[in-house]
């Protein structure tokens, strides 16, 4: 039976199955627009917390740490309550569609990237201070200068935030209610279908799943040994 | 920047961490011109007090005045610091200088060229500013300052482990910027390249300015037992909260004095 269903796999994949592609089409854009929507937001935050001094910066900085590891199923249920009927946020009809889904992703992969990339800037903040403030550059051309010397680093903290969000099922399973068609995507397809038997289009999406998680790497490796060729890292 | 406000005077200038004074009760009224060389031993607070003339930290008590005036921003403006390990942007030769020119408003690719000539970096434009030796990315951070056109020109032992190549082009540099009218801030061990610099020394020590004076008389009548000391190749140690020790070659042998210059071999100045 496993023989068949990696055949089977191979099959769909070769051919280029309709549901297959639109599966792996829409856990790209969840996930690609929940990573666009957490870099605007974390990096921000990491950013501030970096270059800034404030009353509870300590605080905040072990609250955003503390955030990375929220699990998926707990940011599902609060945004399934928000955006639920009787929730604050039921007005807007988000529950069951890619939006809420994208919603999840980035609230769980904020705090990852506002972590991550608070690593990178204060470290290369407290290399640069000292001359930034020689240069009298205004916060803003700092944080300018900052994020863009660290752009290596950062597109790796970024990949990193797509490998969680590619891989996520817990959160988008509550609130996309998997539905085929609609908010049906790769991890969420995964589960169904194994429970189902259905082993060959399972195989196939975790085939597609592994295949990107290898691209991702493949390009994080590349932009890590240019970065470092260049003495840019 | 009127020459007056290259005038630099400090008023009872502090400095203190946890209640442990860093730089204590500073007095100084430099000229307005040439070059001014400090001195001292290591941990003395040369470095915190070249940042707390240039604004980069500010005093826990007194004043810097520029010209008879607290620092404003045209003043820092006008002023530029080479650091002891210079901070390069992690971007080419050419996007370093033009960071420092960009945001100075000076887009000037003449300039740009010029100053890389002068440093001999100019062969380099494209290079990755990391990728470059000791000496090349002091010079590099020597150009970028000169970027600024700076009034006031602040070194922290911008030669400390250089070639002497590399030396001597900074060197040359910073005399002809002091001649023609920057005023030069510069700190060094090399008693050598301080009498070759610099018109008049003030020697630090324990966070104290122990001696300021003209570099001739400095060096041949230091005043100053520190100051005494540390010409003639003499250790320095601290003595509890009391003052300092002194610790003769002999106490120690001689092989493990380390001496800068050799008062001997000190040029005129």
């Known amino acids: 039976m496993q023989e068949s269903a990696i055949g089977l796999a191979f099959g769909l994949i070769l051919r280029g199955d309709a549901n297959l592609l639109e599966i792996m089409g829409l856990s790209l854009r969840v996930s690609l627009s929940a990573v666009c929507l957490s870099l605007v937001l974390g990096l921000s935050a990491g950013a501030a917390l970096a270059t800034t001094e404030f009353r509870g910066r300590a605080l905040a900085t072990i609250a955003v740490n503390a955030l990375m590891s929220m699990p998926p199923v707990v940011v599902g249920l609060l945004v399934y309550l928000a955006l639920s009927r009787s929730g604050p946020l039921g007005w807007l009809g988000l529950l069951y569609t890619p939006t809420a889904m994208i919603i999840a992703q980035t609230i769980l992969i904020t705090p990852l990237i506002a972590a991550l990339s608070r690593q990178v800037i204060e470290d290369l903040y407290i290399e640069y201070k000292d001359q930034f403030l020689s240069l009298q550059l205004s916060t803003a051309q700092q944080i300018k200068a900052l994020l863009w010397d660290a752009r290596y680093s950062l597109l790796t903290v970024a990949l990193a935030g797509l490998g969680r969000s590619l891989s996520e099922v817990g959160a988008v399973i509550i609130v996309g209610g998997n539905i085929e068609h609609l908010t049906r995507v790769m991890t969420t397809a995964i589960a169904l279908e194994t429970s189902k038997g259905d082993l060959g289009l399972a195989l196939a999406l975790g085939i597609l799943l592994l295949g990107l998680a290898l691209l991702v790497n493949a390009i994080l490796s590349g932009l890590n040994l240019t970065a470092k060729r260049q003495a840019y890292a | ?269």
């Open chain 2, 1 to 269: 920047m009127p020459e007056h406000s290259q005038q630099l005077t400090l008023n009872d200038v502090s400095f203190e961490v946890g209640g442990k004074p860093l730089v204590h009760r500073v007095n100084l009224s430099l000229s307005s011109n040439g070059a001014t060389a400090i001195m001292g031993f290591n941990g003395a607070g040369k470095s915190l007090l070249l940042k707390l003339m240039h604004g980069i930290v500010q005093p826990s008590a007194g004043t810097v005045l520029w010209g008879g005036q607290t620092s404003t921003a045209e003043h820092k403006l006008a002023q530029a610091m080479v650091f002891q390990k210079p901070v390069l942007l992690r971007r080419s030769v050419k996007a370093n200088m033009d960071f420092v020119l960009k945001q100075r408003r000076r887009p000037d690719t003449t300039l740009r060229q010029h100053l890389l000539e002068q440093v001999d970096l100019l062969p380099k434009l494209r290079q990755p500013a990391r990728l470059l030796s000791g000496g090349e990315q002091q010079r590099l951070a020597l150009a970028r300052a000169l970027a600024c056109k700076p009034a006031v020109l602040f070194l922290d032992e911008a030669t400390a482990s250089l070639d002497p190549a590399s030396t001597a082009i900074i060197e040359r540099i910073v005399a002809k910027e002091a001649q023609n009218g920057t005023k030069v801030i510069f700190i060094t061990h090399d008693a050598a390249q301080a009498a070759r610099l610099a018109q008049d020394i003030v020697f630090m020590d324990a966070g104290k300015v122990a001696e300021y004076s003209n570099a001739n008389t400095f060096f041949t009548q230091p005043t100053s037992a520190a100051a005494q000391a540390y010409l003639s190749g003499q250790l320095y140690v601290e003595h509890n909260d009391v003052g300092r020790s002194e610790i003769k070659p002999s106490d120690i042998g001689q092989n493990q004095i380390t001496h800068s210059a050799p008062m001997d071999t000190l040029g005129e100045n």
